[in-house]
Structures are given as C-alpha cells and as structure tokens.
C-alpha cells in the first residue's frame, strides 16, 4: 500500500521560509517521478512541481517559479520542498504525490497533506 506522510508546514511570516518533506512507503520510491500539489481554502487543486526518477528533471508552475525548490533522496525514500519568499497566497495544504503519467495529476494518489499558513 502506498504510504505517503508530509510534514514541516506552520505559520509563517511574507518572505519566510520553510521545507516540507513527505516520507514515502510502499513502492519503489527511486522509480517514480513525485510532485507537490496544494490546494487553498475555497479553491482548486494546484499543480506546483514536479521532480523525475534520478532528479534528471524538475519543473514548476510559474506562479512558484525561482521561489520553491523541489529535490528528493531516495536512500531516505524522502521528498522535499523547500518554500522561499513565502506570499499570503501561498497559503494552502501542500500535498505529496506519486505521479501516474496515465492519468491528470488531481488523480494521483497523495498523502495526508501539512498545512502552511503565509500571514503577518
């Protein structure tokens, strides 16, 4: 069974930071490209990265773009997402991935989710 667990969010102030990690279990984590999605009160599911088996490839939505850094080590089966010059929009459940290229990634399965909160 496919086991995905996020942590690292909270509250944090505009212009802060943080890193989000998501513990995978279950599968073969190293061969799967993984992504971020979030998903804000009131609002749809949103793609925000992805990042390919080996880390040959990672791509962002531009709203995130030169902000967020996704990385992963797959000896710990762990992905990260570290979250840079925090805005109030980024206010969201940020939420792990296992990506399924057969199918639209609001479908792919994802863990619990970590809450972060962008307020002054």
């Known amino acids: 069974e496919v086991q995905l667990v996020e942590s690292g969010g909270g509250l944090v102030q505009p212009g802060g930071s943080l890193r989000l990690s998501c513990v995978a279990s279950?599968?073969?984590?190293?061969?799967?490209?993984m992504s971020w999605v979030r998903q804000a009160p009131g609002k749809a599911l949103e793609w925000v990265s992805r990042i390919t088996s080996g880390s040959r490839t990672t791509e962002y939505a531009g709203s995130v773009k030169g902000r967020f850094t996704i990385s992963r080590d797959d000896a710990k089966n762990t992905l990260y997402l570290q979250l840079n010059s925090l805005k109030t929009e980024d206010t969201a459940m940020y939420y792990c991935?296992?990506?399924?290229?057969?199918?639209?990634?609001?479908?792919?399965?994802r863990g619990q989710g970590t809450q972060v909160t962008v307020s002054s």
């Open positions: 991935a296992k990506v399924d290229w057969s199918r639209p990634y609001s479908d792919h399965v």
């Open positions: 279950g599968f073969t984590f190293s061969n799967y490209a």
